[in-house]
């Protein structure tokens, strides 16, 4: 991958679009000893035609400018390779459908620190165990939540056991029933 060992990494794996809440890693990079590795389609590969290039070009003027601790390294085949070296998986994400990469990253013993979204991030990272769920948008919450999910050392087998298909579609069939009135 060409890191440097000596090196904390915290990734974040999905497109570099508002809806991410890239805006709040790149600032968030600004208090945490680390560097950010932003993972996935950021207009730089042919058809990444649903990429906005003008928020792309200003986030990227922006780590520039501040000389922040964040690579944008556009779409990768190999993010197994990444979330060997992450410290910590960020997902600022303000909305989300499913939030599968969530599942991925902690099936590979990386704590997470993500926004809440109702029914998706709390649904799926458990508060102080598999990581740390932020209330708000905010730059020293979300850094203080990395900073704590550093100390967290997830057992492989244990998180698979509880981010198992099996056990997410089970909560999911839970919150179906719950929402059509059907809780038996």
């Not at 709040?24 to 730089?44: K, N």
């Not at 926004?115 to 508060?127: C, E, F, K, S």
Request: hydrophobic share 40%; charged share 25%; aromatic share 8%.
């Amino acid at each position: 991958l060409g890191l440097d060992a000596t090196r904390r990494y915290v990734v974040f794996i999905g497109t570099i679009e508002v809806d991410k809440g890239i805006e709040l890693l790149v600032e968030t990079s600004r208090q945490v000893d680390a560097e950010f590795l932003l993972i996935g389609p950021d207009g730089s590969r042919p058809g990444e035609k649903h990429v906005r290039p003008e928020f792309v070009a200003k986030i990227r003027e922006t780590i520039a400018r501040n000389k922040l601790p964040v690579r944008l390294l556009g779409q990768r085949d190999n993010v197994e390779e990444y979330l060997r070296v992450a410290e910590v998986f960020a997902f600022p994400s303000r909305s989300e459908g499913f939030g599968t990469v969530l599942i991925e990253a902690l099936a590979s013993g990386v704590p997470c620190v993500a926004l809440r979204i109702p029914g998706v991030t709390d649904a799926i990272v458990l508060h102080g165990q598999g990581g740390f769920i932020v209330e708000r948008e905010d730059a020293a919450e979300f850094a203080h939540a990395i900073q704590m999910a550093r100390s967290l050392r997830l057992d492989r087998d244990a998180t698979v056991r509880v981010y198992s298909l099996g056990s997410v579609a089970g909560r999911y069939a839970r919150l179906y029933e719950t929402l059509t009135g059907n809780n038996r």
